[in-house]
């Protein structure tokens, strides 16, 4: 995160105080709605106590394939929705800023892969929570940016490995009955693996050093002073 606070300050520098605005705005703006949604939907069922447990996902169940659209919105506990929100918009925020212009591609791939994957996996219980959506975010923000080579990629790589590098413990059941969703963990590491491959060509790259110019340059040098002699 400190990587992304200072590139965010680099270019504040470079360019006017309100176009530095706007881009900020745009790229927080998803994931600040999101995470604004993630709280207000706890709030809701708790300020009214309603029960939102069925938009979990249920496996292997088609009448409800629906709810891996939903189930990133729906947490067990106060701690839950804390641990998860704060991950979410840190790396849902790296995502959107140094993935464009393919960011909410990404994302969606994520979101929806992570979900499916669950789905077919999971054991026969709800699935609630962000935590599958944001393993999938760390592992892509992880993988890409060794897969890419490019310098501002591997410092968020590296940023990502020193913050969450412990996840991945939470990727293995640890006892029969386990009640944290080991099975989500593991399907966002998957699509965040698999995003990172599939999307390697898509986005920022590493910047490509064009060697003839200079060899010409050099020769052009050469010929002039060849000419000048004679």
């Not at 979101?111 to 999971?122: F, Y």
Request: glycine share 6%.
């Amino acid at each position: 995160m400190y990587t992304f606070a200072l590139t965010i300050i680099s270019k504040m520098k470079t360019n006017p105080p309100k176009s530095n605005f706007r881009k900020v705005i745009n790229i927080l703006f998803i994931p600040f709605v999101f995470s604004l949604l993630i709280l207000m939907v706890f709030l809701l069922e708790n300020g009214m106590n309603w029960n939102f447990s069925k938009a979990g996902i249920y496996p292997r169940k088609i009448e409800w394939i629906w709810t891996i659209f939903t189930s990133i919105f729906i947490h067990a506990n106060w701690g839950h929705l804390l641990n998860n929100l704060l991950s979410f918009f840190l790396l849902s925020s790296c995502l959107f800023y140094f993935y464009r212009p393919v960011n909410l591609r990404i994302f969606m791939f994520l979101w929806i892969l992570s979900g499916i994957i669950l789905w077919i996996i999971g054991r026969e219980s709800r699935h609630v929570g962000a935590s599958g959506l944001i393993y999938a975010m760390a592992a892509f923000l992880l993988f890409s940016g060794l897969i890419r080579q490019h310098i501002p990629l591997i410092a968020i790589s590296l940023v990502v490995t020193l913050i969450y590098g412990n996840m991945v413990w939470h990727i293995f059941p640890w006892t029969v009955n386990d009640h944290v969703s080991w099975e989500g963990h593991l399907s966002g590491l998957f699509s965040g693996l698999l995003a990172a491959v599939l999307y390697r060509n898509d986005g920022p790259q590493k910047p490509v050093k064009v060697w003839e110019e200079e060899n010409n340059e050099e020769e052009e040098y050469w010929n002039e002073e060849k000419s000048d002699k004679n």
